[in-house]
Each structure stands twice: as C-alpha cells, then as structure tokens.
C-alpha cells in the first residue's frame, strides 16, 4: 500500500487518506481516495496515467492492487459523497485519533438517519466538541452512511464524557433531541445496524 501511495504521488494523485484500527469493528486499515467525481477519476487519460506510470517504474498499478488482494482476508469498497479533499486533510493534518460510526438504516430512513447525525453535530457544536465529518454512500459495500470524528489523542477523545448533565441536555434540546439521554436511542430507531471503530494515525 505504500508502494501504491508513492506511485500516486509521483502523478500527482491526490493523496489517500489512512487510518490504523485499535479497536471496535474488524477491519485493520482504513484508506480514503479523494476521487473528485466517477467522472474524473475513471476519466481515459487520467486512468491510463495510473496504469502506465506504474508499469514505466516496473510497479504496475494492476499488479500492486492484485498483491494487495493476495495479502488481504477481507476487503471492502464502498463509493461516499462527502467533505471536500482540503477540508480532510486539515482534519488529519491536526489530529492523530479518530472515532468511524458506519450505519445501514432501516427502509425508508435513510433521509431521517442522515438528519439525525447532522443533529449530533449541532449538539457536539453547542457543547464545542469537535464535529463529525459525514459521508453518504453512492455505491459499493452495503453501509448507507458514515461519520469520522477527529481528535488529537485518546485523552481529547475521553474529554467527551467529562460534561456536566444539564450541560448536555440544554445541547441536545437545543439540536432537536427529546432529552440528552435519547440520543442514543433515536439513531437506534433508524438503523438496522451500525459498527464503530477507533482508529489511530499512521505516520
């Protein structure tokens, strides 16, 4: 993977994105490619570019994904809508610690899901926690949404639950939530299924 990282690089690619899990779902390794559009990124000229670079270095872009497959016991791709490329690349520019929500929403609530986690982020914002950063699924893999929630270590991540109570519930009424403690129980309504993950930098 860092092979294909530097092939990338060399023809001025946009640079992935990577995270190391720690804990939580079963994935390893997280990578995040800033595609611009399918457009673009298939785009004739701009594929052939990957592949032939790589074969002039003697490192097929081809042959580099197929040793990747060999050394992988799952892998998963999913196509996501989300921020702009800059705007993740400040956020892992300035943070170390990441927190991955991946949902599947339940028929018909996919709409009500995706304002539900907009509503966790006025809450996180009137209580000035960092906000989470929101993907939406175009195609590939079976999660509907996701969210990556950006921190500088562990400690920043812990700060999370050191708030008093009422400060929480005048956040999450002021976001639109019943009371602090359905919040949890709201996005459950919405879901088949969901897993999260914390994961670290790699450097």
Do not use: C
Request: proline share 4%; aromatic share 14%; no cysteine.
């Amino acid at each position: 993977m860092k092979e294909e990282r530097d092939l990338l690089a060399d023809i001025r690619e946009p640079a992935p994105f990577w995270m190391r899990h720690t804990q939580g779902d079963q994935w390893d390794l997280m990578i995040l490619y800033p595609m611009g559009s399918f457009y673009e990124y298939y785009e004739p000229e701009r594929t052939a570019r990957r592949n032939e670079y790589g074969v002039w270095k003697g490192l097929s872009y081809e042959q580099l994904q197929f040793e990747a497959g060999l050394l992988t016991s799952f892998r998963e791709e999913v196509f996501v809508r989300g921020p702009d490329p800059e705007v993740l690349e400040e956020a892992f520019a300035r943070n170390a610690f990441y927190h991955s929500e991946m949902f599947v929403a339940l028929p018909g609530r996919r709409a009500r899901l995706l304002e539900e986690r907009r509503m966790e982020n006025r809450y996180l914002r009137y209580l000035g926690r960092p906000e989470r950063l929101i993907f939406v699924r175009e195609a590939g893999g079976p999660w509907d949404s996701f969210t990556l929630g950006f921190f500088r270590n562990l400690q920043h991540y812990a700060e999370a639950h050191e708030l008093r109570a009422d400060e929480e519930e005048m956040a999450a009424r002021a976001a639109g939530f019943e009371s602090a403690d359905r919040i949890g129980s709201y996005m459950r309504s919405l879901i088949l299924y969901h897993r999260d993950t914390l994961s670290v930098a790699i450097r």
